[in-house]
């Protein structure tokens, strides 16, 4: 698969989806105000809507576009070059907002909900995150509690909530009790948000992404009818899992345009510029910086259009390609917005030349729908129990036998025996990482013929694993850490040094004076 000619699979409508947002960029966009008024401008929503971006792949019975998922993915990476607060903003509502319901709300429910949602008259989210359960989706705490009369009443609290306060609709995932108290398991409900006891929260001021709003939400004896469940009672995290699927792929696809366009201001910067060297970008440790991170984006590209094409088929896509797409996509997306700022020097640290943006939103995409840490660790640990699995990640492609060796090298190192739960941890990390390396050089292995580009991808993909393979079998990764007490003592030390700065100074006055409120 050579990942960037797309002329063949191109529908009309698509075509005319980009056209339009390359367009809109140009002509009404400005990201630097967006961010400086944290806010999006008031014509941007219908804007939007009315090119059915609030309806991707809702089905065009419910007035949506139903866009293939190949499709879908190339109008994400398209507003991933063009800005991360149009990306999240329609990322978050078509992904993590419309599946659970047009995948598991009740057929009248759908009807009502999905045309306001497809012409974006209706804004919609997903609600897991709490102050005490981000990674650990299980440990959320709201409560539902299930009534004779079948209606169900949530109390709790969640935090982080994309476009929270501004949606119409939110998937709330709470756990879920019986009349007679019994714990029946997570459970997603579809929450209008005009319902008594939903509260919006007050915006967190977040790095980046300002012009996309965050809010804590609270449900103060919120009752929702029976037909608000998303999916049975207790099968919430079926529901999340499948949105968090679609979100991770979608943002290596976000992720994957801000690659692009980050490569393509650096690269434009390099040609002109001269340093001691001569030109820049004939440098040979620029020209390295390039090549690698040419082939990062070109390795993102053909996974990201891989999981689209399996989708599209309706083959089963296994679980590891979508974490490979988070985990990969993301780590090398911000590797080469880094890379893009320190080549462009000081107009690199300028806010207004796009990437010191760029520097900013795209920092999220680490953190958010699985932290890098959580989900390497989780996929690491999944192979340690069956570590014939990662050879097996491989009959998805036709590689040469040297690839396969290397994976049985990582099948090996997963069957290692550890010493505590903390090496474990470490163990699972390292072989999560393998993981990913192993379906990353397998796949661009495929198409290494096409190009000299795609030649030297499929190369760089393969050094990655074999060296961090090579790394992981000297037992690098694995020396004796002090213990973590030790590492608390050493940084309460710092104190001595840098004393206690902690700002206490009041901040703004926001709230309305007391003798002016109605209550
Ligand atoms: C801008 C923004 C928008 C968001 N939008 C939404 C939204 O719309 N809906 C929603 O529900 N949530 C949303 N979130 C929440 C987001 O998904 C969580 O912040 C994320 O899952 C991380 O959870 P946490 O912040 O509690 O970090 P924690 O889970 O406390 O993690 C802290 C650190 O520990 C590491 N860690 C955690 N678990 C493990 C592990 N098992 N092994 C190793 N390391 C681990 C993490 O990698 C991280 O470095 C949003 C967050 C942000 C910042």
Redesign the pocket.
């Known amino acids: 698969m050579e990942p960037t000619d797309h002329s063949d699979t191109t529908p009309d409508r698509v075509s005319h989806l980009l056209e339009f947002l390359r367009r809109y960029s140009r002509q009404r966009l400005d990201s630097r105000r967006m961010d400086e008024r944290r806010a999006f401008p008031t014509s941007l929503i219908p804007d939007l809507a009315a090119h059915g971006l609030f309806g991707l792949q809702i089905a065009e019975e419910h007035g949506g576009l139903g866009l293939s998922h190949s499709d879908f993915l190339r109008v994400i990476t398209q507003l991933g070059a063009i800005d991360a607060n149009l990306f999240?903003l329609l990322g978050?509502h078509n992904t993590?907002g419309v599946p659970p319901v047009a995948h598991y709300a009740a057929e009248h429910v759908k009807s009502a909900v999905l045309p306001d949602v497809a012409q974006g008259r209706a804004l919609i989210?997903?609600?897991?995150?709490?102050?005490?359960?981000?990674?650990?989706?299980r440990a959320v705490q709201a409560r539902a509690e299930r009534w004779p009369d079948g209606s169900y009443v949530i109390n709790g609290s969640?935090?982080?909530?994309?476009?929270?306060a501004d949606a119409t609709y939110v998937n709330v995932?709470a756990r879920l009790s019986d009349e007679y108290g019994r714990d029946l398991g997570i459970t997603g409900f579809l929450v209008d948000t005009s319902t008594p006891g939903f509260v919006g929260g007050p915006e967190?001021l977040?790095l980046?992404?300002k012009a996309?709003p965050?809010n804590s939400l609270e449900f103060q004896s919120l009752r929702v009818p029976g037909d608000a469940l998303l999916g049975g009672e207790g099968a919430g995290l079926l529901a999340a899992k499948e949105a968090f699927m679609r979100g991770r792929v979608t943002l290596a696809a976000g992720g994957l345009g801000a690659m692009m366009r980050s490569l393509e201001l650096a690269e434009r910067f390099a040609r002109r510029r001269q340093v001691a060297t001569g030109n820049l970008a004939e440098n040979g440790r620029i020209h390295q910086l390039f090549a690698e991170s040419v082939a990062a984006t070109q390795a993102v590209e053909a996974l990201v259009r891989y999981i689209g094409a399996r989708m599209d088929s309706g083959e089963h896509v296994p679980e590891e390609l979508f974490f490979a797409a988070k985990i990969t996509g993301c780590e090398l997306m911000w590797q080469v917005v880094d890379r893009s700022v320190q080549l462009l020097g000081a107009r690199g640290y300028v806010d207004t030349n796009v990437l010191g943006q760029f520097f900013r939103d795209y920092r999220?995409l680490r953190?958010?729908?699985?932290?890098?840490?959580?989900?390497?660790?989780?996929l690491g640990s999944r192979m340690l129990a069956a570590p014939q699995r990662v050879l097996s990640l491989l009959d998805e492609f036709d590689v040469a036998p040297h690839l396969q060796e290397l994976a049985a090298g990582v099948a090996k190192l997963a069957s290692a025996k550890t010493a505590n739960v903390q090496s474990q941890?470490v163990l699972?990390?390292v072989v999560g990482e393998l993981t990913c390396w192993t379906i990353m050089a397998g796949l661009t292995a495929q198409s290494q013929h096409r190009s000299e580009m795609a030649q030297y991808t499929a190369a760089w993909c393969e050094q990655q694993l074999s060296e961090r393979l090579r790394t992981a079998e000297q037992g690098t990764p694995f020396v004796e850490l002090p213990t973590v007490d030790a590492i608390a003592r050493h940084i309460g030390g710092y104190d001595d040094t840098i004393g206690d700065v902690e700002q206490r100074r009041p901040g703004d006055q926001n709230d309305l004076d007391l003798l002016l409120r109605r209550h």
């Open positions: 999240v978050v993590l989210t997903s609600a897991i995150s709490e102050p005490g359960a981000g990674s650990n989706v969640k935090q982080w909530i994309s476009l929270g995932f967190v977040t980046g992404l996309v965050q999220l953190i958010f729908e699985g932290s890098t840490e959580a989900i390497t660790v989780y941890h699972a990390n």
